[in-house]
C-alpha cells in the first residue's frame, strides 16, 4: 500500500469502521477492552482521535464510509466476503459457527483483498482532506 504509516493508520482506521458498519466485527474478542471515563479525564487527545472528530464534524467520515462501501460492493467485495462467510456456516454447521468463527476468518481474508486502488482514492480523499482542515 502507497503511503507513509501515518496513511495506513488512517486506512485501517476505515476499514475498521466500515467492517463494523457491516456487522463482521460485531461482539469480536479481538476488540480493545472501552476505557474507563475517569482514565480519560485529563489526557490530551490523540492525533488519530483529533482527526476522526474532525471528520465526524465535518460530515466527510461518513462520505468516505458510503464511498468506501459503494466501491466495495461494486468490485464485488462484498459479494466474496459474505460467499466465504456462507461457504464456512455450511462446513461447519449452522448450529457450531459463532460471530467469532466468521470474524477470525473472515478478516484477514477481507482486509487483504480491498483492491489496492480503492486502498489509494481513499487515501487521497483523507490527504485532502487533511489538507482543507489544516491538520
Known amino acids: 500500500m502507497p503511503g507513509t504509516n501515518t496513511d495506513k493508520i488512517f486506512f485501517i482506521f476505515l476499514l475498521?469502521?466500515?467492517?463494523?458498519?457491516?456487522?463482521?466485527?460485531?461482539?469480536s474478542v479481538n476488540r480493545p477492552p472501552t476505557p474507563d471515563a475517569a482514565e480519560d479525564q485529563g489526557k490530551?487527545?490523540?492525533?488519530?482521535?483529533?482527526?476522526?472528530?474532525?471528520?465526524?464534524?465535518?460530515g466527510e467520515k461518513e462520505r468516505l464510509m458510503e464511498l468506501l462501501r459503494e466501491r466495495l460492493i461494486d468490485c464485488g467485495w462484498k459479494d466474496e466476503m459474505k460467499a466465504?462467510?456462507?461457504a464456512y456456516i455450511k462446513k461447519k454447521g449452522r448450529n457450531n459457527?459463532?460471530?467469532?468463527?466468521?470474524?477470525?476468518?473472515?478478516?484477514?481474508?477481507?482486509?487483504?483483498?480491498?483492491?489496492?486502488?480503492i486502498k489509494a482514492e481513499l487515501?487521497?480523499?483523507?490527504r485532502t482532506f487533511l489538507m482543507s482542515a489544516a491538520l
Open 84 to 86: 466465504l462467510c456462507r
Open 44 to 58: 490530551e487527545p490523540t492525533l488519530q482521535e483529533i482527526i476522526n472528530i474532525k471528520l465526524i464534524e465535518s
Open 123 to 126: 487515501l487521497q480523499r483523507i
Open 97 to 117: 459457527v459463532t460471530v467469532d468463527d466468521l470474524v477470525h476468518l473472515i478478516t484477514p481474508k477481507g482486509r487483504a483483498s480491498v483492491p489496492d486502488s
Open 16 to 27: 475498521f469502521d466500515f467492517l463494523r458498519a457491516f456487522r463482521i466485527m460485531k461482539h
